[in-house]
């Protein structure tokens, strides 16, 4: 059973290893594996520390997906910057699972953001577009250390209307 909550302080390896894991198990289908191993990085103490203080910074989402006891899935915005940051899931058996977290984010996030933008890899594109994101641009990022360079979708989504027109 699948269960989603705002990510504590202690969630922080998970959130690294779930992001290992859906980067190694999904973006070689669009990536050569250089920009590959540039966007897996090295999972050190710094970018630990990083997500710890993100987890406890109040201007920002974070959610995790469990099912039992394994995180299997996260998402992060920054609601004040429209900024839709981070949405990652492992393989797992539960399925619909980046379409949950999505929603889950997405309903606190539109309390106050008007729009979120994200940056999607090309092997997200066609998820964030079935789930109301438009294409804005195309944009090459480049990974430090390396310099390799990637690909990336810039994508749109209002906040939907509380009252439907038609």
């Known amino acids: 059973m699948l269960k989603i909550r ?3 302080r202690d969630d922080g390896t998970e959130i690294i290893r779930v992001r290992r894991e859906a980067i190694l198990s999904k973006a070689g289908t ?4 250089a920009a590959v ?3 897996v990085g090295t999972d050190t103490a710094d970018r630990l520390a990083r997500i710890e203080r993100e987890i406890s910074d109040p201007g920002m989402i974070i ?10 899935g996260f998402a992060m915005a920054i609601p004040a910057q429209n900024e839709l940051r981070a949405l990652y899931v492992r393989p797992n058996p539960v399925g619909q699972v980046g379409c949950a977290l999505l929603a ?10 008007e729009f979120l933008v994200c940056d ?4 997200a ?17 480049v990974s430090i250390p390396g310099g390799v360079v990637s ?7 209002r906040r939907p209307s509380a009252v439907d027109p038609g």
């Open 63 to 72: 959610l995790v997906a469990e099912a039992g006891d394994v995180t299997i």
């Open 37 to 39: 191993a540039a966007w």
């Open 104 to 113: 889950a984010l997405e309903a606190q996030a539109f309390e106050t953001a």
């Open 125 to 141: 594109q066609r998820f964030y577009a079935a789930n109301g994101y438009g294409e804005e641009g195309r944009k090459d990022h």
């Open 30 to 33: 669009h990536y050569d594996q």
């Open 120 to 123: 999607a890899s090309l092997n």
């Open 151 to 157: 690909g990336m979708v810039q994508m749109r989504k």
């Open 6 to 8: 705002l990510a504590a």
